[in-house]
């Protein structure tokens, strides 16, 4: 049974930094792509970024493109994304989820990715 859980959300004020970290289990990690998504009340779910199964290659939204960055440890199982400069508008929840073989062209769309956290909430102060 995949499992997917994300943690280190809270409080922060705006131009500070914080670090999601996200662990899965159940699967060959290493095997897919994963990715971060956000909701923010009233609002639809948005792609933060996705992470290939390959190590470096990464992809993100342009609302958070040069301020995070996600960061993969394949032997640990686990996912993280480094979130600096933060702003009121990225307040949300934050999801993590494991993906397909491979970040495709639509993944902020969020579709192609199977298993799902709980979520982890992230409150920027301004």
């Known amino acids: 049974q995949v499992q997917v859980v994300e943690s280190g959300g809270g409080l922060v004020q705006a131009g500070g930094s914080l670090r999601l970290s996200c662990t899965a289990s159940g699967l060959t990690f290493d095997d897919y792509a994963m990715g971060w998504f956000r909701q923010a009340p009233g609002k639809e779910r948005e792609g933060v970024g996705c992470?290939?199964?390959?190590?470096?290659?990464?992809h993100y939204s342009d609302s958070v493109k040069g301020r995070f960055t996600i960061s993969r440890d394949n032997p640990k199982n686990m996912l993280y994304l480094q979130m600096n400069s933060l702003k009121a508008d990225d307040k949300a929840m934050y999801y993590c989820?494991?993906?397909?073989?491979?970040?495709?062209?639509?993944?902020?769309?969020?579709?192609?990715?199977?298993?799902w956290g709980q979520g982890t909430q992230v409150t920027v102060s301004s």
């Open positions: 992470s290939s199964r390959y190590i470096g290659v990464t």
């Open positions: 989820a494991t993906g397909p073989r491979d970040c495709a062209v639509s993944w902020s769309g969020g579709g192609a990715f199977s298993y």
